[in-house]
Nanobody, 119 residues
């Protein structure tokens, strides 16, 4: 069984920064693409950005130039560095990962971490 656990959320003022982490744990698995999604109150979950195992990244237009995704494959961990935060970035942030085992390939999700940006 693979688990994803996010950390690093919290309350920050507009213009500030936060760094989220997401670590995958379990046994006998490898990870392909990892990503971050967010869901604001009353809105649908949306992609923030993703990163392939080789390090290629993709970002939503709303966060380009402000957010940066990186990963440490040896630690099975993905990071989301968020700078110049805006009130509109307030949301629950979820980590996702495409996990490959000897018998399966599927997407896993973390439980989410709340980011609140105050004005």
């Amino acid at each position: 069984q693979v688990q994803l656990v996010e950390s690093g959320g919290g309350l920050v003022q507009a213009g500030g920064s936060l760094r989220l982490s997401c670590a995958a744990s379990g046994s006998r698995f490898s990870i392909n693409t990892m990503g971050w999604y967010r869901q604001a109150p009353g809105k649908e979950r949306e992609l923030v950005g993703s990163i392939t195992r080789g390090g290629s990244t993709n970002y939503a237009d709303s966060v380009k130039g402000r957010f940066n995704i990186s990963r440490d494959n040896a630690k099975n961990t993905v990071y989301l560095q968020m700078n110049s935060l805006e009130v509109e970035d307030t949301a629950v942030y979820y980590c996702s990962a495409e996990i490959v085992t000897t018998t399966d390939r599927m997407d896993y999700w973390g439980k989410g971490t709340l980011v609140t940006v105050s004005s």
